[in-house]
T-cell receptor, first 114, second 115 residues
């Protein structure tokens, strides 16, 4: 079975600074996908970024980038130039290549201070 | 394109009752997945429907069931409600190809409170 671990329950960052959210996962499969989702107080789950395991290049979406370390089974999210609107719960998620089930970590609450 | 919609947004039920939740996917999406979110258990996969057939199933009791219609809209039913079924129920849609090639897009959720 696949597992996703987010060991930091909460983090806080000053507006305009950079913050990194950690995630590790465990799988014996080689074909899989990794995601970061954001859930603001409205509870709407929003995709932040995705990474295909077969791609060596780290995914980037504007201020959001990942550090994907396949051998270490690590998938961290870096948020640059943090904005107040980034305040939310962030979930790391895993999906096997031949499946449509997302396995989520417990999430981390990120607070951006003005 | 309109996003994933879920109705109703809020529900209050009593123990023993049953409830039906509805999810309309993004136009053109043929796969609908359901997740339960609780403070204690986090986000857990319930099941996935594709072309009116259940394609994947999570580890939930038989009281949780679902179906999908020919227009890809999906319903989830919970019978004999228990207090522990209080949760945010999220549905997500994707185009429906096999596996994780496609991203799942989530609806706003239905918050169910069982008294």
């Amino acid at each position: 079975a696949q597992t996703v671990t987010q060991s930091q329950p909460e983090m806080s960052v000053q507006e305009a600074e950079t913050v990194t959210l950690s995630c590790t996962y465990d799988t014996s499969e080689s074909n899989y996908y990794l995601f970061w989702y954001k859930q603001p107080p409205s509870r709407q789950m929003i995709l932040v970024i995705r990474q295909e395991a077969y791609k060596q290049q780290n995914a980037t979406e504007n201020r959001f980038s990942v550090n994907f370390q396949k051998a270490a089974k690590s998938f961290s999210l870096k948020i640059s130039d943090s904005q107040l609107g980034d305040t939310a719960m962030y979930f790391c998620a895993f999906m096997l290549g031949a499946n449509s089930k997302l396995t989520f970590g417990k999430g981390i609450t990120l607070s951006v201070r003005p | 394109k309109a996003g994933v919609t879920q109705t109703p947004r809020y529900l209050i039920k009593t123990r023993g009752q049953q409830v039906t939740l509805s999810c309309s996917p993004i136009s053109g999406h043929r796969s609908v997945s359901w997740y339960q979110q609780t403070p204690g258990q986090g986000l857990q996969f319930l099941f996935e429907y594709f072309s009116e057939t259940q394609r994947n199933k999570g580890n939930f009791p038989g009281r949780f069931s679902g179906r999908q219609f020919s227009n890809s809209r999906s319903e989830m039913n919970v019978s004999t409600l228990e207090l522990g079924d209080s949760a945010l129920y999220l549905c997500a849609s994707s185009l429906g190809g096999t596996g994780g090639q496609e991203t799942q897009y989530f609806g706003p959720g239905t918050r169910l409170l069982v008294l």
